[in-house]
């Protein structure tokens, strides 16, 4: 430590007398608070730091881009939020250059619902913004608390934080990375949007260096694939953030910073009923509505936004979801209320003239009626349709799709579609049948052009009691009419008891067609568990076609097994008779019928006799063959051994299950332990990879222990494969997986354990077992083995090979 008499460089204000011995201390490279031995007399002292007039007070947290105190401003005798920024950043000129600006633009909005900026400075080497105090938590605290925050609440929130970016969105101003954490409580009813102008400059300098700035749960899809961006990008965030709120789980639960993953992600829809079936229609359509993937199917303003949030909460505020009267957001004035008034009473006066005309000709009527019946030429109106020659035949239509008559069926749909204009939502009913007709038989392309039909037309109406059905039709046309399948997790988004159910069948159907068997019976199997209520009760009635493409998909999965396993010719002969038999009962044919053919032709061909790798552990890619020659990995066990003793301490899991599946060499002994470390390294990869998904679905809320023995009470808000995210008073703070003490990580795992059941606890219970015993818990470790091993006899045979080494913990 240099000392300050002979050393001229440290400023004054970084220097402290100790108390003890009156020598002087250098506190330059300390941060405030962190306490500090006096290296004259060893006195412990803790450092204290003044910001030109700002004297820190405590630590509220720690961020990216540094920490944030409370202050007093010795001048005003004011209490400020005072943002110290990282050396790293503040030794940036152009960065601080940017960033000066930025808070001046900052300072000058006056708006309740944003954080007032005071000032800004730079002292002791470091940047600071003085702020204004608020310190009754975030949203993200809130929404810790109570897992999912009262619809009520959360619309009153989005409107607070719209109102606070539109005053911002005047000004110029995009934030970038709105989310729970940035939204910010004064009382129990005022929320603020903080941290203007911080995000955009840090995802500047991300993009310099190829990466995207942003938390993913909340980051917009334009963002992503790095295109201009305004007003509707911070729009989205907000609405993954209500999302998030009222849900309590995100719109997009995968974790991960890969952006060719979060672009994947951000791909598909969302509905937040599929998740919160309790919501009102009109928030899930507002809220679905900030979360569209393009821009431009947003709002068109934050007016708008503001005017359909406040409407939802009006709507929920009443107890009702869906209005007995249509209302419109748009209040008339005197000149439109009177000649509304004018069209009613000539409207009154119409009816009038016609019930009279019918009165008189009443029996005139009735016998033109009964004539054709008398004569027998007629046919009976079916009761349901009341005389409809259009809805006769779109029932008919329904009826023979029901039947499996898909001929028929599409003859009839197309008859009710030419039979003129038809009142919606009827026209797009027509529709969406004939597509699903041609689902049915095969004809993936005309069903394409019959969907692409209902995303072209847009929304048939803008009422909000009917805007989530008639945006239903334009999602569900883009999806169909797009020529990529839909992943399986798809079914995740849409609510099964309602018209989104409807959904599942195309979708399935189409992936189907697509040659994507997995994923389009997946689909199909949450279809038939749908169980849709009234009035959308008949979508059920599809179930028996469902059924017939499922029972198929057990033919097709029994042939793949049997393929997988032909590793001889004994075996293709098996493989071979499971094709035939498939071929001759397959009831859907079309694509299937293709592929079963395909298959049988690479069986005569002798394509599929190679002897397949070894099976991989559970979610996880199939481990090279071992053998002489290899080049990847540790040559021998011995190394195997050391590498696994060094990374399992530090829970660096994946990077240890990638080496040790190139490891060759070595006798059969060598080999065997080997192979054991191997399949170790694998379950406590997955172990590690099940608690970050589900740190990812709910957080984890009770205190985190480090290694050192330090207690930090606010729980984890997020995880990745190197780190955990502590919650800190006024931020988040990292802590990589290694400094988390082992009984905090068994804790963790034990607490999502308790909502496990069947064969997921089993499996949950294995990998907890393996993960204690390694990490030299061996007693609770045995234990939590023999529990999963009763549970399920998945793991019997495993137990055996897992102690075949010594741990590397023991």
Known sequence: MPSPETDPVVPPDLVQTCLNCAALVDVSEQDPFEVVHCPMCGTAMRVERRFN???LLEALGHGGMGTVYRAVDTNLNREVALKVLRKDYSNNPEFVQKLEREAKITASIN????????????????????MECVDRGSLDDLMQLQKRVAEIQALDVGIQIAEGLAAAYQRGLIHSDVKPGNILFADAHTAKIVDFGLATL???????????WGTPYYVSPERLNREPEDFRSDMYSLGATLFHAIAGRPPFEDETASLVALRHIRSRAVSLQAFAPDVSSETAYVVNRMLKKEPAERYGSYEELVQHLRYARAKVEEGVTVPRQRARVVVEDEESQRVTGWISLAMLGLVLVVGLVLVLNWNRIRGKEKAPAAGGGGRPTPVATGGDPVRDAYEEGRRLLVSGDTVGALARLESAQRSGPLPQPLRNWVTAHRGLAMLLAGDQRAAQAAFKSLADAGPYSKDPSELPLAQFFVDLGKLVADDKGVLKAAAKIYDKGNFEAFALLALGLKNWNLGSFEDGAALLEEYVA?????????????????????QDYRLYRGVREAVDAAKDPRG???AQARVRDARMNVVTRGRLAQELEAIEGRLKGGKSAATPAPAASPGKAAAPASGGGSDKGPESFQKALQSYRQKVPLMQFASLEKELAGFSGGDAEAQRLGSALRRKAGWLSDFKEMLIGDIASGGYAKPVTRRNGALISGGVTKASDERIEVKLPYGTAPIAWGDISVQTVIDMARGYLEKAKGGDRAERLWLLGVFAYEMGRADEGRKLLLEAVQASDVHKEDLELFFATASAGE
């Not at 708006?111 to 003085?130: D, E, L, R």
């Not at 840090?202 to 995207?212: R, Y």
């Not at 209520?533 to 028996?544: E, L, Q």
Request: aromatic share 16%; proline share 9%; no cysteine.
């Open 111 to 130: 708006h309740p619902h944003v954080v007032k900026v005071y000032s800004s400075g730079t002292a002791n080497g470091q940047f600071y913004i003085a």
């Open 530 to 550: 749908a169980e849709p209520k009234p009035p959308y009760d008949w979508i059920a009635n599809y179930k028996p076609a469902a059924r017939r493409f499922l």
């Open 53 to 55: 007039n700002f004297a």
């Open 202 to 212: 840090l995802e500047d300098e991300a993009g310099a260096k190829g990466e995207v």
């Open 572 to 574: 293709v002969q098996f």
